[in-house]
């Protein structure tokens, strides 16, 4: 079964917009890709969810193409305080979160 | 609603004892899952219950942890003896329906 796979890390300025991709390939039917952003000394707090084609909400944005292999979280306008690890999760792997992608926004 | 609740948020014990974390999920959700966090190993999935009957346990690392679930209100995470590889943060969560989890603060725990 493959896992949900994302990048370790990636780094911005202030003002940028914030895209993080994940690709989930043995995503099945039924199931949604959610997205979760983690403070230190936190739990994981949902962002975003969604089935197919664009979702956007007052934090993101989360495009999935057709085939839903992939997910890309978009974060507009990135301020220090979206500085976070943010998990990509399927139900492809028992119900298991990536490794989390490290964000870290410089000013 | 309060949200998740656990208890205790930190736990300092010896090597050999027995360590209890305690989790009360929000009200109404039929989900209910055990996470454990390292620097290590990131965040792992250790076992969740559907409607209090324990579905998936293959991350449970060994016999010397056990969860369980007796109502849809409580549910208990033992490690029986505990060693010093087991210090992480222990974090439960809840959903409705396999939908977002709502996760709790966490237990820190120390095992010495």
């Known amino acids: 079964l493959a896992k949900t796979t994302q990048p370790i890390s990636m780094d911005s300025y202030e ?3 914030v895209n993080i991709t994940c690709s989930h390939n043995n995503i099945a039917t039924n199931d949604y890709i959610t997205w979760y952003q983690q403070f230190p000394s936190q739990g994981p707090r949902f962002i975003i969810q969604g089935y197919k084609t664009k979702v956007t909400n007052e934090v993101a944005s989360l495009f999935i193409p057709a085939d839903r292999k992939s997910s890309t979280l978009s974060l507009p306008r990135v301020s220090l305080s979206d500085t976070a690890v943010y ?10 979160f990536g490794a989390g992608t490290t964000v870290t926004v410089r000013a | 609603d ?9 736990e300092v014990t010896e090597m050999g004892q027995e360590v209890t974390l305690r989790c009360k999920p929000i009200s109404g959700h039929d989900y209910l899952f055990w996470y454990r966090q390292t620097m290590m190993r990131g965040l792992e999935l250790l076992i969740y219950f559907n409607n209090n009957v324990p579905i998936d ?12 679930m007796p109502n849809a209100s409580f549910s208990t995470l033992k490690i029986q003896p505990s060693e010093p590889r087991d210090s992480a943060v222990y974090f439960c969560a809840s ?3 396999l939908a977002r989890q709502f ?7 120390t095992v010495l």
Request: aromatic share 10%.
């Open chain 1, 87 to 96: 998990y990509c999760l399927s139900n492809d792997y028992k119900l298991s």
């Open chain 2, 57 to 68: 346990d293959s991350g449970m690392p060994e016999d010397r942890f056990s969860a369980k």
């Open chain 2, 2 to 10: 309060a949200g998740v609740i656990q208890s205790p948020r930190h």
């Open chain 2, 95 to 97: 959903s409705l329906r």
């Open chain 2, 103 to 109: 996760f709790g603060p966490g237990t820190r725990l």
């Open chain 1, 15 to 17: 003002g940028q917009e």
